[in-house]
């Protein structure tokens, strides 16, 4: 672990400024969780039904923090990591795990990849997309390979400050309508909106990097319940800032786009780079190109390190022996898990093997694949933690859920179930 870090053991005082001093592993999960994808999704949505679906934004920004501080407090609270907790449900679930998270390794490096690439592309023409893919990828890794948490963090940090910049200030330059913002808290659907609002409520900042949320709080050095009110803190300011950015988005669509015609996919957000040059300038144009880079690139970042640390806990839990006891988290070694052969090998296969899907094109098959295997990781995670939270042998009293967490996650399995269902049968249906 690096050594500017806080104390593992022993939480100061939790008053608002102390929360605020330690906040980090929540901007860690914000800007992983949304991708350039994320947002124009929104985008497309304010586009096409204006302020109308304003109430699933807010709806989905609480969800996330639901799980966001499940996550959190089953780490905190129970003194074990998310893969020490699914192996006591079974084996089968680490195998399930197992296999979903190399399959969603391999679609998503060249998917984040090339998000990253679009815009640099956009910006210097010179090389091709699949080759700024590829050098995103490199100079993830590096960072990643090399980088502690400490320095990742402040890497993290300033690209949100760059997207919060750049993506607020795209809408505050197409000027918001409050009063529509306001009549949009109203829940409604408009004709053919419900695929848009599962995936404002259910697909936008969050898939397999929630799960990561809790080693972030290890390695910043949170190890034991003293430490709850600061990572519910770290979360909400997390997923309250992911909010903030689509409703930016949202606010976009409605003002500058809607009722065009968007492509959507990635390029939505070049064709939205466009737009501003067109009406404000290159001015405009520039700064939201950098932007769309920091949102893109932080994403790799963050799944670079989250997600081969979930995996090298994965290898670690699968290979205990079978009658092992469920271990705490003082058995649980942040830096030799960082350090591990697993670790680096997930690593390697997150950036190399990807790299030939990016000379396909990203074709239309390679979207649904990256979906489908997004939707299926929600309700699997909003399940078990349901489980574990209540469970009476695994988690101490004080710090199972209670009715408004019970209710929050029951709600959020049941959106993801049915999110995950539409996604399977759209695949199977070529809709």
Known sequence: MSTDVTSAQDAPRPTWRA???????????????????DLVATMVAGSRYGYALFWAVILGTVFKLALGEAVGR???????TMLSGWRTIGRWIMAYFGLYIVVWGFIYGATAMSASALPLNALFPVLGVEYWGILCGLAGFGIVWFGRYGVLEK?????VGVMFVTVVGTAILVGPNFAALGAGMVPTLPDGSVAYVLGLMGGVGGTITMAAYGYWTFAKGWRAPSWIPFMRTDNAVGYITTGIFVIAMLVVGSE???GQALVEGDTGLLMLGDGLAADYGEWARIPFLVGFFSVAFSSVIGVWNGVSLLFADWWRTWNLPKDAPPESAGDYDQ???????????YLLWLTFPPMFLLFLGKPFQLTIVYGVLGALFMPFLAGTLLYLLNSKTLMPAAHRSRWLSNTLLVLCLALFVYVAGTEIVDAVSGD
């Open 19 to 37: 929360r605020v001093r330690q906040i980090g592993p929540g901007i860690m999960a914000a800007a992983t969780g949304v991708g350039a994808g």
């Open 74 to 80: 089953w780490h905190l609270g129970s003194n074990r």
């Open 155 to 159: 890497i993290m940090t300033a690209l």
């Open 256 to 258: 500058m786009l809607r």
């Open 335 to 345: 830096k030799a898990g960082q350090a591990s052969t697993s670790y680096r090998v």
